[in-house]
């Protein structure tokens, strides 16, 4: 996702009223949308974003394009944990230092950066809640504090505002097996929140709401709903060639190490070509930071000699160099398990990048006929179809590529057409 420049659960609420400030200007029957933006808040000292943390920037980003007298921020705020409203000014500052962070993820001055992140804590630290003057909704796209019923509750009394939000996908329950310890019940709390509060639910695709629908129990009915599939930025901006990428045919994969990526099956998969093919063997990147529950893999990665040479833990980048990593690669592999939606594979096809992703409903969703599908448990097809894409003049490669023209990207324009209708549909509802 390319960027344009520009926790507390039970925490203590802000919530002093006063007279309505100029934040909403909008005209009688529109709605003052209230972004919360405490999952950027929170991730404020790392360098590099996960995908919830960029679809939130994206979302202040396209908002403040379309509708930036009638749109508001807040957040439960990491420093004190009060939740209030946020300076729109200093937000706009906040948003610029964070694109700016995550494309230059390599800071030169680590100091510098953790004071430059400290004085935009202070900048955008909570105000209190103003009286509404007409319509409100509270549009949360992370699950930040979705755990905590009560206080979503009494953030929504003290806006008097309907609730939005967005689901990203429902995993810990539909396979709490690859979820952290206790990821579960925190995820079903989550929803249990959605639940009891959500008039208007955004799915990033239907395999998402189709997989939340049954952990609903007072259902879908009755809200407003509605599927849209993430962006991808224009893929002029990949490829940058000041970035350093191997001088061999490479595969990457982008995503953090857990048990539902499925890194295991690429590692052992790389292990037998190298056995196979010595140093002709492809290079595997992998990129993304270390996440939970992923010994095999680690020990593997750590203790792998084999793999030395031909498998490149990358870790965290910036977004230069992983658009540049991706840009030059024979493919983006992508055998996970379990996907709400798959970022990286939309992100690639745009591009123009093959990809090898797993057979699963969410990647059939957003990749169409373009990518070239796998089993997640076929571990013999995927290194064929590796090997296959290696080669020169890779006949199979060159037809993913043609099957790519005739792909349609999805774009944020389209995105925030679909999400601000919504949002109308909400606040017509109590108009």
Known sequence: MALRPFNAPGARLALRSKRASQLFQGRQGESEIILDLSRLLSRSFHPTPTGIDRVEYVYARELLDRIPDRLAFAAVHPAGGYYGRLSSAAVRQFLAFTAAKWRNAEQPDAKEGKAAAIRHMFATRPRPVPRATGPRVYLQVSPHHLDDPAQVGAILRAEGAKFVTLVHDVIPLSHPEF??????????????????FADGIIGNSQATIDALEPHMRRGLDGRAICVAHFGADAPDIFGDTREDVPDRPYFVYISTIEPRKNHLLLLNIWRRMIEQLGDAAPVLVLIGRRGWENENVIDMLERGELLRGHVIEAGEVSDNRMQALVAHARAMLMPSFAEGFGMPVVEALAAGVPVICSDIVAHREVGGDAPDYIDPLDGLGWMRAID????????????????IAAWRAPTWPDYFDIVTRLLEEVTDSVS
């Open 179 to 196: 979820a952290r310890p206790q990821g579960a019940a925190e995820h079903l709390r989550r929803v249990e929140t959605i639940d009891a």
């Open 388 to 403: 296959a894409y290696a080669m020169p003049g890779s006949a199979e490669r060159a037809a993913q590529v043609a099957r």
